[in-house]
């Protein structure tokens, strides 16, 4: 019981990894983009390329994923993504949805459809196992560094979000871009920055997840739906609420494939509607968001 409940909250927080780049876009920048998983997927094969050729440590290859997904988020950004900042939901949608069928063809043609295995070094291979009475606690080495990882993020994110400048000015962009470009601030650059960051989020959750999700071309669709669950149950408002929602249904995918393997899925999408149904905006909502 409680190694089930472990692997349910280290695939929660792979999950939080994989999803708060979108809830920055979606909640800060009001940007519908479904083309996140793209993203990941983009992180994912820059590990398996550097080192499967380049032999390049597993460690390293995390911190490029994330350069080399902000770089092109924010190529991309400034290219295609801007001109649809002020377009309807629709639109948006349609547009991100797009760049994820070009992302997957372009994979698909050049690299292949076969999944790609990532070779983790010997010693995140590993398993250590605590003994509580009668109960035994198995942690993965690979998932313990998940969840580290995970804890990092998510208070580098709040500090910067709640105690810097930058911070402050993003908030100001997002409540009301004529004011903030009447006292100085260039939002322009606020959304770029915050764009690549979130893109760059995608790529290092695309190059945790490799090893435990699997990594082929239908990578952004295949998992699309948990980065939306994730947000949508958490809210946009806040890192709490995404936070909480990714373990939540991390613990009831793996507590419910464990014990109920037939039902699938169908555990997910159980919780999601009954946490809906309590809290329709999601778990943490701003006081005037409604």
Same mark, same amino acid.
């Given at each position: 019981?409680?190694t #089930?409940?472990?692997?349910?909250?280290?695939?929660g927080?792979?999950?939080?990894?994989?999803?708060?780049?979108?809830?920055?876009?979606?909640?800060?920048?009001?940007?519908?983009?479904?083309?996140?998983g793209?993203?990941?997927?983009?992180?994912?094969?820059?590990?398996?390329?550097?080192? /499967?050729?380049?032999?390049?440590?597993?460690?390293?290859?995390?911190?490029?994923?994330?350069?080399v997904?902000?770089?092109?988020?924010?190529? @991309?950004?400034?290219?295609?993504?801007?001109?649809?900042?002020?377009?309807?939901?629709?639109? /948006?949608?349609?547009?991100s949805?797009? @760049?994820?069928?070009?992302?997957?063809? =372009?994979?698909?043609?050049?690299?292949?459809?076969?999944? /790609?295995?990532?070779?983790l070094? /010997?010693?995140?291979?590993g398993?250590t196992?605590?003994?509580?009475?009668?109960?035994?606690?198995?942690?993965?080495?690979?998932?313990l560094?998940?969840i580290?990882?995970?804890?990092?993020?998510?208070?580098?994110?709040?500090?910067?979000?709640?105690?810097?400048?930058?911070?402050?000015?993003?908030?100001?962009?997002?409540?009301?871009?004529?004011v903030a470009?009447?006292?100085?601030?260039?939002?322009?650059?606020i959304?770029?920055?915050?764009?690549?960051?979130?893109?760059?989020?995608?790529?290092?959750?695309?190059?945790?997840?490799?090893?435990?999700?699997?990594?082929?071309?239908?990578?952004?669709?295949?998992?699309? #739906?948990?980065?939306? =669950?994730?947000?949508?149950?958490?809210?946009?408002?806040?890192?709490?609420?995404?936070?909480?929602?990714?373990? =939540?249904?991390g613990?009831?995918?793996?507590?419910?494939?464990?014990?109920?393997?037939?039902?699938?899925?169908?555990?997910?999408?159980?919780?999601?509607i009954? =946490?809906?149904?309590?809290?329709?905006?999601?778990?943490?909502v701003?006081?005037?968001?409604k």
């Amino acid at each position: 019981m409680l190694t #089930i409940l472990f692997d349910g909250v280290a695939y929660g927080m792979l999950l939080f990894i994989l999803a708060i780049g979108l809830s920055v876009t979606l909640g800060l920048m009001n940007f519908i983009n479904l083309a996140h998983g793209a993203f990941a997927m983009a992180g994912g094969y820059v590990t398996v390329l550097l080192m /499967q050729h380049l032999n390049v440590p597993f460690l390293l290859c995390v911190p490029i994923a994330f350069v080399v997904t902000a770089v092109l988020g924010a190529i @991309l950004e400034r290219t295609l993504y801007r001109p649809m900042y002020g377009k309807p939901p629709l639109d /948006q949608v349609l547009f991100s949805i797009g @760049l994820a069928f070009i992302a997957m063809t =372009i994979v698909d043609y050049s690299i292949g459809s076969s999944e /790609q295995i990532i070779q983790l070094p /010997q010693w995140l291979r590993g398993r250590t196992e605590l003994s509580f009475g009668g109960h035994v606690l198995g942690m993965g080495h690979y998932r313990l560094l998940i969840i580290a990882v995970c804890i990092v993020l998510t208070i580098l994110l709040q500090f910067i979000l709640t105690r810097t400048r930058f911070g402050s000015r993003l908030r100001a962009a997002v409540d009301d871009q004529r004011v903030a470009d009447g006292l100085g601030i260039n939002v322009n650059v606020i959304f770029f920055s915050t764009f690549a960051v979130g893109s760059g989020l995608a790529g290092v959750g695309g190059a945790m997840g490799a090893e435990v999700l699997g990594l082929d071309p239908t990578f952004p669709f295949k998992f699309m #739906i948990y980065f939306l =669950i994730v947000v949508a149950l958490g809210g946009t408002s806040s890192l709490t609420g995404p936070l909480l929602a990714a373990l =939540i249904l991390g613990v009831a995918d793996v507590a419910g494939k464990y014990y109920m393997p037939k039902l699938g899925s169908f555990i997910v999408y159980a919780v999601m509607i009954m =946490i809906l149904l309590w809290r329709p905006d999601g778990l943490f909502v701003r006081r005037g968001a409604k």
